[in-house]
C-alpha cells in the first residue's frame, strides 16, 4: 500500500450514522445481550466496537436494515443484570462542532437506574469531551433506554457508523 488511496480503501471513512437502542430478557446474561442487540436493530451483525471519534461531515440518518453476517462498526454502551426487578439503563451520545470539518465525539455510559438520568450524564460527558478539544458545540444528539430485570436483563444503546 503505497498511497492515501489505496490505505482509503482499506480503511473507508464512514459517511453517515445512527443511533440506535434496545433492552430484552434473556435465559442468560449472553441470551439477554443477544436480545437486547435485536431489538437495537443490529443482532444480526457483527458488531465491531470502536472508540468513540465520529469522522467530520459525518451526517445522521434514519436507521437502516443492516445486511445479516456485516461487520459493523459501533461504539456502544451496554449493561447486563440476573438481579430481578432492577432497574438498568445504557445511552450514548454524540457532541456535533460547529465545524463540520471537525469530528465529533461520541460517548458511551451505562448503569443501574433510570434511562433519564443515564442520558443526562452521557450528554454531560460528551459536552466535555467536545469542551476538551476547544470545539464549539452545535448540537448533542443522544438515546438512551432502561429496562427492569426479570431474571436476566440487558440495555444496549450505541452509534452505528457507515458509508
Known amino acids: 500500500l503505497a498511497t492515501k488511496e489505496d490505505w482509503r480503501m482499506l480503511f473507508p471513512k464512514p459517511t453517515r450514522f445512527f443511533l440506535c437502542a434496545g433492552a430484552a430478557e ?85 448503569a443501574r437506574g433510570q434511562a433519564e438520568d443515564v442520558e443526562r450524564i452521557v450528554r454531560s460527558m460528551a459536552e466535555e469531551a467536545l469542551k476538551y478539544r476547544e470545539y464549539e458545540i452545535a448540537e448533542i444528539l443522544s438515546t438512551s433506554v432502561q429496562h427492569r430485570v426479570e431474571t436476566s436483563g440487558a440495555a444496549f444503546a450505541g452509534v452505528v457508523l457507515c458509508e
Open 26 to 110: 434473556g435465559y442468560t446474561q449472553l441470551n439477554a445481550f443477544d436480545c437486547a442487540l435485536l431489538g437495537a436493530g443490529v443482532g444480526n451483525t457483527n458488531l465491531i466496537r470502536m472508540s468513540s471519534i465520529l469522522p467530520p461531515h459525518t451526517v445522521q440518518i434514519d436507521p437502516v436494515p443492516l445486511e445479516p453476517g456485516s461487520f459493523v462498526p459501533i461504539a456502544y454502551a451496554y449493561i447486563g443484570s440476573p438481579t430481578p426487578q432492577e432497574m438498568i439503563a445504557a445511552g450514548v451520545a454524540i457532541a456535533l462542532p460547529v465545524d463540520r470539518s471537525l469530528p465529533g465525539v461520541i460517548m458511551e455510559y451505562s
